[in-house]
């Protein structure tokens, strides 16, 4: 009886499991072929592999070192006799001294790199850099549920951001009701869209084509069909688009 019981629960789990899967996997067709931030567009989502690459290898050579060592340590050492007295050691304090300044070392590294990089994505190129100077500025504005996007000269766009090939995009996000996410994967952004609160961020691709995006902060019924496209194109293109937009209602 307890036997078929548990068998019932089971069956029960499996079915409210697989339910779940389901239901989590229906949005993505939507956004599946946009949310691979490994292959980026641009020099942002460039900086974030090399951060996410470089973390890997240092994770993977610790694990292999410390696993590694155990299971050495685990067959060299094991007990061959049940009344072997195993050697006793009483400390080496260079291997002390190598185990906690080598990942001390390590870690600094990659607290600076990151600290780098981070800086680098939050606020752009350096202004000194000529691809600062040629830098555009866009106003997001999220609501339920869409986006709008405010270009310089007082033109604005719905849902669809284009922006120039080779030029720094800085970004200033805000909402006129919840809380939104702004996230194009390929590009590099994400940032929050904040009722009363303007954020900055930067997007920059290195080569046309159209890149999608969605809002990533859960905002109500509509939140799944809240997504961004960003076309990429010539500056020439850029302007003559401009060119025909309207002015903007905000």
Not at 20 to 42: C, E, M, Q, W, Y
Not at 96 to 106: C, H, M, Q, R
Not at 125 to 140: F, G, L, T, Y
Request: aromatic share 8%; hydrophobic share 45%.
């Amino acid at each position: 009886m307890k036997l078929g019981r548990a068998i019932a629960v089971g069956k029960v789990a499996v079915a409210l499991g697989a339910a779940a899967l389901a239901l989590a996997a229906g949005p993505l067709p939507v956004i599946a072929g946009n949310t691979n931030f490994l292959t980026g567009g641009g020099p942002p989502t460039d900086s974030i592999d090399m951060l996410f690459y470089v973390f890997l290898a240092c994770s993977s050579a610790v694990l292999l070192g410390v696993g590694g060592a155990i299971l050495y340590a685990a067959v060299r050492f094991r007990r061959r006799d049940p009344d072997e007295m195993p050697r006793q050691v009483h400390g080496n304090n260079r291997l002390e001294l190598a185990w906690t300044l080598g990942p001390l070392a390590l870690l600094a590294a990659l607290f600076v790199l990151n600290v780098v990089t981070v800086g680098y994505l939050r606020n752009g190129p350096s202004a000194a850099s000529p691809a600062a100077r040629q830098e555009i500025h866009i106003k997001v504005i999220g609501r339920q549920f869409y986006w709008t996007f405010d270009y310089p000269g007082g033109k604005s766009s719905l849902r669809t951001l284009e922006i120039p090939v080779n030029i720094p995009i800085e970004l200033t996000t805000s909402s006129l009701d919840v809380i939104h996410g702004f996230w194009v994967p390929n590009l590099g952004a994400k940032i929050d869209a904040l009722p009363g609160i303007v954020n900055h961020a930067f997007i920059e691709a290195n080569r046309e084509g159209t890149f999608g995006g969605q809002c990533y902060e859960f905002c109500g019924v509509g939140h799944d069909q809240m997504l961004i496209t960003v076309k990429v194109v010539s500056m020439s293109q850029y302007q003559s688009y401009l060119q025909h937009l309207p002015k903007s209602s905000t």
